[in-house]
């Protein structure tokens, strides 16, 4: 079967894309590598999404998913490996292989490492990328977390509750992140922030046990929660040449790709606003956009 339109990845911009499409009677399936509502599951608080004044991220995902299922929404959880562009397009998973006259990747971005030494080793064993999923581990325990844009202050305020002591470990001696979200860290009791400072060695082999601040402090912290930004997941686009040097996708006005067909929406794309609201409404756009040249057969 030739799909109309497949969406690769389920967050809030894929999930956008697909209410609209299938509300305007297109053929869409949609397909995810992991857990539909993707970042979204790894965001503690949402206090700035319409509607809704303080929510966490899993709970926006799991009613983001309940719409897609009430509309019947087709989708499947598989990892896409490539895209072939051209009149109908291909797109690869591991063992299958889906066709549509249209595409929207909304495939989000992942994690930053910091790039230490035995950092990939010590993932979940004392390092982790999601204060929601592996905070309550350490109740009791000191932990660090080092970024200064608005995860890592947002983070380190949900985890300073859970936790005896956070060190937030900042770079630079002044903060990215919103004022309000600096000023309700600085208020914890249990939160020391080390500025111009950065974390030089991680210590433990088979778990963390401690990390080296500035190549001569030690801190004896349980876990080294890593906040320092994001980068867009897009290992299965380097055929088709639409990314920049960072793999960031370039879209043009209506999200559409250089490949005729391929539009990209959400944290993917090279944009100014990361948001979750930025992310759904681009993806409206771009199912719109396609149900317009479906229904005009272009
Ligand atoms: P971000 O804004 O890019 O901040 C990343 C932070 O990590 C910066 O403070 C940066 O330091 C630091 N950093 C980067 N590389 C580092 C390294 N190798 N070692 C140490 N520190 C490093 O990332 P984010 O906080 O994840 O936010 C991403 C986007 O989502 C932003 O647009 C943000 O506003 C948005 N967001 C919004 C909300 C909200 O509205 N409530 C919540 C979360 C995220 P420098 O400052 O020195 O560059």
Redesign the pocket.
């Given at each position: 079967m030739v799909y109309d339109l497949i969406i690769v990845g389920l967050g809030p911009a894929g999930a956008g894309a697909a209410i609209y499409a299938k509300r305007s009677g297109l053929n869409v399936l949609c397909l995810e590598a992991e857990a539909p509502g993707g970042l979204l599951n790894r965001i503690n608080t949402v206090?700035?999404y319409l509607g809704f004044p303080h929510t966490t991220g899993p709970e926006l995902a799991a009613l983001l998913f309940e719409q897609i299922r009430k509309l019947e929404i087709p989708f499947k959880i598989k990892k896409v490996t490539w895209i072939e562009g051209g009149e109908t397009k291909k797109v690869h998973c591991d063992n299958e292989v889906f066709e549509s006259k249209y595409v929207i990747i909304a495939s989000g971005r992942k994690a930053?490492k910091?790039?230490l030494k035995n950092e990939a080793n010590l993932v979940n064993k004392g390092i982790s990328y999601c204060a929601i999923c592996d905070a309550a581990l350490y109740k009791g325990k000191d932990v660090a977390v080092?970024?200064?844009?608005?995860?890592?202050i947002?983070e380190a305020i949900y985890i300073a509750k859970l936790v005896n002591k956070v060190y937030l470990i900042?770079?630079?001696d002044e903060f990215?992140?919103d004022e309000k979200l600096v000023e309700e860290l600085k208020k914890l009791p249990n939160v020391e922030i080390l500025y111009n400072s950065?974390v030089t060695e991680l210590i433990g082999t088979e778990k963390l046990e401690g990390i080296i601040v500035n190549g001569e402090r030690k801190l004896d912290v349980a876990c080294l929660f890593t906040?320092?930004?994001?980068e867009p997941q897009g290992d299965f686009l380097s055929d088709l040449e639409i990314t920049d040097e960072k793999g960031y996708i370039l879209v043009d006005d209506n999200y559409q790709t250089k490949e005729d067909g391929i539009y990209a929406v959400g944290d993917a794309i090279l944009k100014k606003v990361?948001?979750i609201v930025t992310a759904a409404s681009e993806g409206a756009v771009a199912a719109l956009e396609v149900v317009k040249r479906v229904k005009n057969n272009n």
């Open positions: 206090d700035n930053r910091l790039g080092v970024g200064g844009g608005n995860s890592a947002e900042h770079r630079r990215r992140a950065n906040y320092v930004g994001y990361y948001q």
